[in-house]
């Protein structure tokens, strides 16, 4: 619904002309935009979307926040402290509306679309409030708020369309890495998780749709491509384009000029052995699998409605190693969901010792309005959840490290992905297995694929020496085959 809310401005009908020609007139010059983007790479992809949209109205995108003509927030509800997070910056932004009256502001995302109102209410300074469904109607809004003066709020959430999004065109900018949504949504209903109420059912995109947008952008620069869903494992199940994951997959491994294909994120209970299984025949895709654990006790598992036992999980990590032996395994633990006693707790630790994840994304159970957790009783408390996570994190930083050092005197193929943030000319970019590694190379390009030599490894990441001078053998599509 978009609706005007208080601020309205009744003009006489040649004024109306007048502001509107105004407008248009200020449509035609350059406008700046900034765009802040919090939470997942979704987030990352939509706001990709936001300066798509934004583009024919002459939204030019800035880096300096002081520059922008309109900011955007782009918010993540996940955690309550990500919630924190944008109610924080919202302050900041109310302070450079004082000096800067004509700025717009819109806040988009998980918390608009969860607040709505509310935020409008809470947050003079918000001109323009646009949920998740609400992407596409973007442009008309800032349209509404540029033309008359109006807030508006958009969190309609019953469109029934499929997921669509609108085409990249023209150059990609110097990157070798992209996001592609491929589905949005989630029917899972995990006891904690605010995700299906504020992204809805789960919706695929036309599989058509998906290998164009990737043909463009490979045909464009591109040679690693991430397909995004809240639980990729289930795409095309529902919709009935007579694709599913792997058929995708398989379709996506044929794009000549692509060289890695990864995906995230993938439900225990959706992975099918017929998905497994392309991690044996496709070329292309990476020897990486996140798939998110939560908890290594059944009890726990029960009361989060996730669908599978440890037991379960277990197996299938076993399966994916003999399908991909050097397959890095990562996933996520929430620590101190409700009711969570010591013996769950020490399920937990077990589990994680004994699967030996490459890496590992732990977080403090945090109650989230209207879904079921926050009703539970038996909350651990947060001196608890703070001693449980501290613990996690310590048994992983271990288990990480030597995952780490028994890569150094590996050659690995690095995908080069620009500067390092470290500074000192040093490049950057990932393993197959995802690991980050830096390194100097005075001709590697952005998109070249490098074997480097590892020699040191640190919690985060390795340091790299390209085998430069060496004879490298190259296959009929440019892969490294080996290097001396
Ligand atoms: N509290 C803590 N962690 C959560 N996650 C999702 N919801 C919550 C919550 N309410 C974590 C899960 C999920 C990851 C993206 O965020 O581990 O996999
Ligand atoms: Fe949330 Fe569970 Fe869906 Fe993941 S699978 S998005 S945790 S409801």
Redesign the pocket.
Known sequence: MVSGQDNEITNTPCEVAEEKMKAEVSYMKAKHLHIVTMGCQMNVYDSEQMERLLAPMNYRPTADMDKADLILVNTCAIRKKAEHKVYSFLGRLARMKQRKPELIIGVGGCVAQQEGYRLVELSPHVDIVFGTFALKRLPALVRQVTEKRTRVVDVDNTATDEASYVKPSGPQGERATAFVTIMTG?D???TY?V??YVRGRQTSRKPDAILQEIQHIVQNGVREVTLLG??VNAYGLKNGHGCDFPKLLEAVNNIEGLRRIRFT?S?PKDLSDKLIGAFGRLDKLAPHIHL?VQSGSDRILRRMNRGYTRDCYLKKVEKLRKVRPSIALTSDIIAGFPGEETTDFEDTVKLISSVGFDNLFIFKYSDRKNVPASRFANKVSGALKGERFARLLNVQAKITLQKNLSLVGTVQEILVEGLSKKGDDQLTGHTPCNKIVNFVDRTALVGDLVPVKIVEAFSHSLLGCPISGLERHYDKNGGIMHAA
């Open positions: 989630c899972n209903f995990c998780c995700v299906p809240q639980n994120t439900h998110p």
